[in-house]
């Protein structure tokens, strides 16, 4: 061993034939469909990392020796290895989004005989449908209005949201249960923490959307738009967001691009909430923004005129929810079709009987093979309004990808409805089903 490492660190060609050696591995790893050399890829990651390390050193040591032939030989090869992986890197990104993507997982299942199995349904939210359940929501029907408004180069605008600021600090308890039970948000958690998404609603439904973003380019004034309520005062995004206290003095939104459109990322900070709002359009002014914080300041003006019956309200309207989400039977939940094959909504109409969250586990029906566990339980994971009353369901939806499988070839799998309560008492199931679904594909 010791006799490796002396030629390691003595050899001004060996350091950089490892690492691409490695690289090479990792290229073939994430192209491979076999699940161990897809596992193996990330652990070829690290060994990449330590290999970048050892050419460095190899280097450094050159230098420190006095072999100044060596040493900058290494340098340039460090800077040979660095295009080899840009290049790779480039090459696999391609390749990932344009190439095949079967993953065989379903070629030798088969859907048995014998028992019930359900098949998803279309989602009622789509808009092509809206008109004949009953339209748009106000918030929609707001935003898409002031987007045909010209608009213009003034960027600055004023956060003064003061209801929403007192709704949130003085009636902290309600206000949490007006937004849980409320179908116009999607309540869930993250790391430990709790956010709402503002849905936009098609015929009286709301309509999941990828982490709560809402776009359209396709219409003459683009645009996309997502408004969070960061319960908990803690940011969900990743992104660098400019952060500003609700109030009366104007602020200036820092401007980027996204999508060819302008981009702004402002956090309002509301006492006892803070409010994330995501903008992208075509014009400077933030038409999107000014739209939202005035829906919002309306929807939580009409909250603090009654708080408990805005809760009570809001309640109803999910029970409402309820009755459509659960259509014939009473499984609890329902499966609705996505986008594409392998993207799917949970319709969920159940009743815990505590507070707590609701998510889901799905496991291929022949072989007990658990589907996207992690991601799964992430994405379809949910707050759920509760009453002492058995027969009271409420409703909700959050969407999801299973990534097993491959378009065309459908198989059986059962889906289970988990309930973790907010007591801590335990985990329980609440209701379980089988479908016959299909794998999502790049």
Known sequence: ??????????????????????????????????????????????????????????????????????????????????????????????????????????????????????????????????????????????????????????????????????????????????????????????????????????????????????????????????????????????????????????????????NELHESRVMIECGGVWIELFEQSDNLERRVTKATMAALEKEFSEFLANPKAAAAKARGRSSELAKRLAGPGTHGFRLLTGMQPGIYTVAYSLNPGEAGSVYLKAFEVTQGTPLSATRLEEKSKTRMTWSNSPEERFGAKAGFTVYEGDWGKPYAARFEVWFEPDSGKGQRKLSERVFKIEGWQR
Not at 124 to 131: C, F, N, V
Not at 171 to 186: K, N
Not at 213 to 231: E, G, K, M, P, V
Request: charged share 20%; proline share 5%.
């Open 1 to 258: 061993m010791k006799r490796i490492f002396e030629t390691y660190f003595t050899s001004w060609w060996l350091p950089s034939l490892v690492y691409l050696g490695l690289l090479a591995g990792f290229s073939g790893a994430v192209l491979s469909t076999w699940r161990p050399l897809v596992v193996a890829a990330d652990c070829l990651t690290w060994m990449m990392g330590i290999a970048l390390l050892g050419l460095l050193a190899v280097s450094i040591r050159h230098f420190i020796k006095k072999q100044w032939g060596k040493g900058f030989v290494s340098l340039l090869l460090i800077v040979g290895c660095g295009v080899a992986t840009v290049l790779a890197v480039g090459f696999l990104a391609f390749a990932t989004m344009f190439g095949p993507s079967e993953d065989g997982f379903a070629d030798n299942l088969k859907i048995p005989e014998g028992i019930e199995i359900a098949e998803p349904e279309r989602d009622a939210s789509e808009e092509s449908e809206a008109a004949s359940f009953g339209g748009t929501d106000e918030l929609q029907d707001a935003v898409r209005k002031a987007l045909t408004i010209p608009g213009n180069d003034k960027v600055e605008l004023t956060p003064d949201m003061p209801s929403i600021r007192k709704a949130a600090t003085d009636h902290a308890v309600t206000f949490m249960e007006y937004v849980e039970a409320s179908p116009d948000w999607h309540v869930f958690l993250e790391r430990g923490n709790r956010f709402a998404s503002r849905s936009w609603s098609y015929g009286g439904e709301p309509r999941d959307e990828l982490h709560g973003y809402i776009s359209d380019f396709i219409d003459a004034a683009r645009f996309q738009t997502r408004c969070l309520l960061c319960l908990d005062r803690k940011q969900w995004s990743s992104y660098s967001v400019q952060h500003e206290e609700e109030g009366k003095n104007p602020i200036l939104p820092e401007m980027t691009k996204g």
